[in-house]
C-alpha cells in the first residue's frame, strides 16, 4: 500500500481504442467509422509489493493496457492514478518525471538494448536522460544496479556489447537499465518467454526478490504456469476485459469463468500420468474490431445461454470469498 | 541430491570481438577483392588530387611541346589542342573533378540525410511534407534542370557543385527515410522514449548510429553520380571556364578537333579517369551496401548440397 | 529396434566456419521411430535438434557434412546424399518448418500453394490435386471452401493447420514438426496439438515432434529424447523420464519449468552450454552438474540402458533424484 493506505497503481474502467481507415469507397458510402477495441473498459490495481499477472491470449489487449498506463499510447477514456496522482492529465514535463517512477521491460532481450552501446551506456542512460548525478555517482549507481540483478562483477560486464551475451544477460541489462533509477512500479511485457527454460527462473527470480523488497510489479504473460507459481494476484483478460481476478492461487485453483476453466484445462502440465478433462474451444478469439454482442465470450462459450448474448456481465465479487471477482452470469 | 540454485550465471570469458563499426564499415570493404581493387584505385587518383602540385612543374595549361603531340618519352600521353601535357593535365583535373564530386555528394547527403531522418523519424504530416518534396525533385529530369540553373546563375566551380548536390539528394532521402522508419520502431528506441528520453537524444545517440553506414555507402556512390554529371555538364559547354576538370579536358577536346586530327590521347585519357573512378566508387558502396543489407545474401538457399561421409574401412591391426 | 519405420544410426553434422575450424553441431544422434507413434526431440536453443531434422530431410547447405545412416524401411537413403534423399522428401518423410505459418506467400492462395508440393514430387496434378487439396484442408480442420483464401485472411492457428496439410501433401509416413506450435496463443496450441495427436493415431503417422517446451512432449509424445550439446543424453518413454529420471541434466529441466500446481522452487540451470567448435573431454554438462565428480571432466558416459527402452549417458543415472 502507499502511504495513504492505497494500492499504489489503479487504473479505472480504460478504453482504448484504434480507428480503422474506412478507405476511399467508405468514406462515399459514408459508412461508420470502425474501431479496434483494444481495451473496453479495464480496471485493476496494483500494491507495493505486490506482483500482479496479467494473463490472455494474443490479442485480449494486455499489452495494450500496459503502454497505456506508462502513457505510451493515449487512452481514450477512463483513470490511471498512480500514487494518486492521474496519469492521463499529466503535462509532457509532468509525465517525464514521473517515468521515473514507473518502468517498463520488454519481450525481445535481442531487441531491447541499442547494440551501438556498451552494457555500462545502456544502465546508465536513464541518470543520462534525467540529469542525474555526477559521472562518478553513475558509475557507481550502474555497479549497484548490476550487481543487483546478478551481473557480477559488474566490472566484467560493463564494457560489453549486447552481442558479446547471452539473452538471459541482456534481459538483465535490461532490467538493470530500468532499476537504476529506483522505479516504485515495474512491467513486465512477458520477461521470459523468449529465453530459454534453463535461464527464465533466474530472470523470474530476480522479478520475485524485488517484489519482496516492496516494488509493485505488473507481469504480462501468456503463460499461466508462471503466474501461478509467482504472482499473487492474476486478472485474466479476453478481448478487451478482465473476465475474472483475484488471488493467483484461487482463480487456478478455483476458477470460476468459463473462459478461465477453458484455458487452464489446456495448459501442458509436467507430469505425462495427468490426465485433464481437457476443455478445447472451438475457433480462435473474435477479432477486436466486431466485438459480440451481450458477453463477449458467449459465441464459444460451453455454458452459454441466451441470456448471455444479451447482458453483459460485470465483474463482481464472488460471494464468501474476497478480492476474487469473475464477470459470468452463471458464476 | 537433488538440484540446488547456485545464483546468477558465472561470466564466462568474452570472446575477442571487434566493435560494431569495424564489422559493418571497414570489414567489408577490406575482405571482399575488388572492393580492394577499387579502393586502390581510388586511393591512387585521391593521391593524384591531393600532391598533384608536387608532380607537375608550373602552369599544367603551358605550352610546352607542339600541338597534339602523340605520346613519347618526353610526354608520356602526348599533348592537347594547345600544346599542354596531358599527363599535367589529367593530374590537375584529377583534383578539380573530385573536389566537385566529394563536395557535391557531401551536399546532397546533407540534404538527403536530413530530410530523410526527418521525415521518416516524426511521420505524420511533416513526413508527408518532405515526401511530396522529394517526389517533385525526382520528377524533374536532373540534365535539364542542371543545364537551365548553370545557364542562368553562371558557370563556376561552386555553382556546379551546388547544382549537382541540390539535384541527387531524393535517392538518398528515401533511402534513409526507410531505414530510419525502421529503426524508430526497434525495441530499443521504444525502451529509450519510455525512459523518458526527448526526440533529440533518440535521433542522435540512437537513430543516427544506425543509419549513417547506410549514409555512408550511399554518399560513396553519389560521388560516382556526381563525378559522372560533372563531366557531362562540363562537357557540354557549362563548367567553370577556369578550372580544368577532366570533363573539361574532353570538352577541349572537342572543340580543338582532336578526333579529326586523331589524337585519342587527348579524348580517351580523361574519359578512362572519369570511368575508373566512377567504377572504383560504385563498386565500393555496392560492397558497403550489400554488407549492411543481410536480406540481400542468398546463400542460405542453397541448400542439399550437404557432403556425406562415406564410412571408413576398417582397418587391419 | 529392426522393422521401425525410420532408424537413424550414428548421425553426425559438422559444419565448415569461416575461420576454418568446423562446429560439431550433431554429435552420434541414434533413434528410432514406428507407425502411430510420436517422438518428442527435447532441448534448448543451440543443442542440434533442429540440425538433426534438417538433416533428415536433407537440408543442409553446402558448408555442412553428414555421417552415419538414415533407415527408411531399412534402406539407408543418406547413403549417396542428395540422390538417395530426394526420392524420399515431401513423399515419404516431410517437415513442417519453425515458423511456417508465416513462411506463406502472400500473393497466392492458400490452395495454390498446399497443391504445390503434389505438382513438384509429380503426386498429383490439375483437378486431382485440387480435389486432394480439399481433403486435407478437412483432415486438418479447416474448411475446404477456404482453399481460395490468402495467407492474410486466416487466422494464425489456421495458417499453421495449412502448413500442416501442406507437408501431409504427399502422403508422407513421417512428419518431422519443429516448433509447431511454438507461436500460438494456448488454446490454439490445444488445438494443433490435438489435430497432430489425431494425424498419428488414427492416420498412422510417425511423428517427430521438435520444442524446448517439455510439458507440451509430456502431454503429448509417448518416447522422448532429450538432446544436450549436440547428443541425446537421456531418450525412453516419456512417463520413465518424468517419474524415472535418470540424467541431471533432464532432471533439471524439469525442476526449470513451472508448473500450474507444483508449490516447488523453479531453478535455473548456471552456466551456459560448451562450444562445439571444438572436441570435448569427458561429459558436456559437467561444468554445469550438480552430480559432477572428477571422473566427468575426462570420462565421456555413453548412452546405455537404465531401464526399459530407457536410455541415459550419465555415470551417475542412478543418483538422480526423481522429480515427484
Known sequence: MSANGRPLLEVEDLVVRYPIGRGLSGAILRRPHQHVHAVSGVSLSVARGEMVALVGESGCGKTTTAQALLRLVHTDSGSVSFDGIDVTALSQGELRSLRRRMQIIYQDPYESLDPRFRVAATVAEPLVIHDIGSRSERRDLVTSALEQVGLAPAELFADRYPHELSGGQRQRVAIAASLVLGPELLVADEPVSMLDVSVRAGILGILDELRDQGLAVLMITHDLSTAARFADRICVMYLGRIVEEGPARQVIDDPQHPYTRALLSVVPRRDPRHRAEVQILRGETPNPIEIPSGCRFHPRCPIAIDACSETDPKLQAKAGASGHRVACIRA | ?317 | ?324
Open chain 3, 1 to 324: 529396434m529392426s522393422g521401425a519405420l525410420l532408424e537413424v544410426e550414428d548421425l553426425h553434422v559438422w559444419f565448415d566456419l569461416p575461420n576454418g575450424k568446423q562446429l560439431h553441431a550433431v554429435q552420434g544422434v541414434s533413434f528410432s521411430i514406428d507407425a502411430g507413434t510420436r517422438l518428442g526431440m527435447v532441448g534448448e536453443s543451440g543443442c542440434g535438434k533442429t540440425t538433426t531434422i534438417l538433416a533428415l530431410m536433407g537440408l543442409l547447405p553446402q558448408i555442412a557434412t553428414l555421417s552415419g545412416r538414415v533407415l527408411l524401411d531399412g534402406t539407408n537413403i543418406l547413403e549417396q546424399g542428395e540422390e538417395t534423399i530426394a526420392p524420399h522428401r515431401w513423399k515419404d518423410i516431410a517437415m513442417v518448418f519453425q515458423g511456417a505459418m508465416n513462411a506463406f506467400d502472400p500473393v497466392r492462395r492458400i490452395g495454390d500453394q498446399i497443391a504445390e508440393p503434389m505438382e513438384l514430387h509429380g503426386y498429383a496434378s490439375g483437378r486431382e490435386a485440387q480435389h486432394r487439396v480439399r481433403e486435407l484442408l478437412e483432415t486438418v480442420g479447416i474448411s475446404p471452401t477456404r482453399a481460395g483464401s490468402y495467407p492474410h485472411e486466416l487466422s494464425g492457428g489456421m495458417r499453421q493447420r495449412a502448413a500442416i496439410a501442406m507437408s501431409l501433401a504427399c502422403s508422407p509416413r513421417v512428419l518431422l514438426a519443429d516448433e509447431p506450435t511454438t507461436a500460438l496463443d494456448v488454446m490454439v496450441q490445444a488445438q494443433v496439438l490435438e489435430l497432430l495427436t489425431y494425424l498419428s493415431d488414427e492416420l498412422g503417422l510417425a511423428l517427430v515432434f521438435v520444442t524446448h517446451d517439455l510439458p507440451i512432449v509430456a502431454q503429448t509424445c509417448t518416447r522422448a529424447a532429450v538432446m544436450y550439446a549436440g547428443r541425446i543424453v537421456e531418450q525412453g518413454p516419456t512417463e520413465a523420464l518424468y517419474h524415472e529420471t535418470r540424467h541431471p541434466y533432464t532432471r533439471m529441466l524439469w525442476a526449470a519449468t513451472p508448473d500450474l500446481e507444483a508449490r516447488d522452487d523453479v531453478l535455473s540451470i548456471p552456466g551456459v552450454p560448451p562450444r562445439l567448435d571444438a572436441e570435448l573431454r569427458g561429459c558436456p554438462f559437467a561444468p554445469r552438474c550438480y552430480l559432477a565428480a572428477s571422473r566427468c571432466a575426462d570420462d565421456r558416459p555413453e548412452l546405455h540402458s537404465v531401464g526399459a527402452e530407457h536410455e541415459s549417458a550419465c555415470h551417475f543415472a542412478s543418483s538422480v533424484e526423481v522429480v515427484a
Open chain 2, 1 to 317: 541430491m537433488s538440484p540446488v540454485q547456485t545464483g546468477a550465471p558465472p561470466a564466462e570469458e568474452a570472446p575477442a570481438t571487434r566493435s560494431l563499426r569495424w564489422r559493418s564499415v571497414a570489414a567489408p570493404i577490406l575482405q571482399n577483392k575488388s572492393a580492394l581493387v577499387a579502393l586502390a584505385m581510388l586511393a591512387f587518383f585521391v593521391f593524384l588530387a591531393v600532391f598533384g602540385d608536387l608532380l607537375i612543374a608550373g602552369d599544367p595549361k603551358a605550352k610546352v611541346g607542339d600541338v597534339f603531340e602523340p605520346p613519347s618519352r618526353e610526354f608520356w600521353l602526348g599533348t592537347d589542342g594547345g600544346g599542354a601535357s596531358m599527363v599535367d593535365l589529367l593530374i590537375a583535373g584529377a583534383r578539380v573533378s573530385l573536389l566537385i564530386g566529394f563536395c557535391a555528394a557531401a551536399i546532397s547527403a546533407v540534404i538527403g540525410g536530413t530530410v530523410g531522418i526527418v521525415s521518416g523519424f516524426f511521420g505524420g504530416k511533416t513526413d508527408t511534407a518532405l515526401m511530396r518534396l522529394t517526389d517533385y525533385f525526382l520528377v524533374i529530369p536532373d540534365v535539364p534542370l542542371m543545364i537551365v540553373i548553370a545557364a542562368l546563375f553562371g558557370r563556376s566551380t561552386w555553382n556546379i557543385i551546388v547544382i549537382i548536390g541540390i539535384i541527387y539528394w531524393t535517392f538518398t532521402a528515401r533511402l534513409i527515410r526507410a531505414q530510419t522508419k525502421s529503426v524508430r520502431e526497434r525495441v530499443y528506441v521504444q525502451r529509450a522514449r519510455a525512459l523518458g528520453a526527448g526526440n533529440t537524444r533518440l535521433i542522435v545517440r540512437h537513430v543516427l548510429p544506425q543509419v549513417t553506414p547506410l549514409l555512408v555507402a550511399n554518399t560513396v556512390l553519389l560521388i560516382a553520380y556526381a563525378i559522372f554529371a560533372e563531366t557531362f555538364i562540363t562537357f557540354l559547354g557549362l563548367g567553370d571556364p577556369s578550372a580544368i576538370s577532366w570533363g573539361r579536358l574532353i570538352e577541349n577536346a572537342f572543340t580543338d578537333d582532336a578526333i579529326i586530327n586523331e589524337a585519342w590521347w587527348a579524348v580517351i585519357p580523361p574519359g578512362l579517369c572519369v570511368m575508373f573512378v566512377v567504377l572504383a566508387c560504385t563498386i565500393i558502396g555496392q560492397t558497403m551496401e550489400d554488407a549492411l543489407n543481410p536480406r540481400l545474401r542468398t546463400g542460405h538457399l542453397s541448400v542439399r548440397r550437404f557432403r556425406v561421409l562415406r564410412p571408413k574401412p576398417e582397418v587391419e591391426s
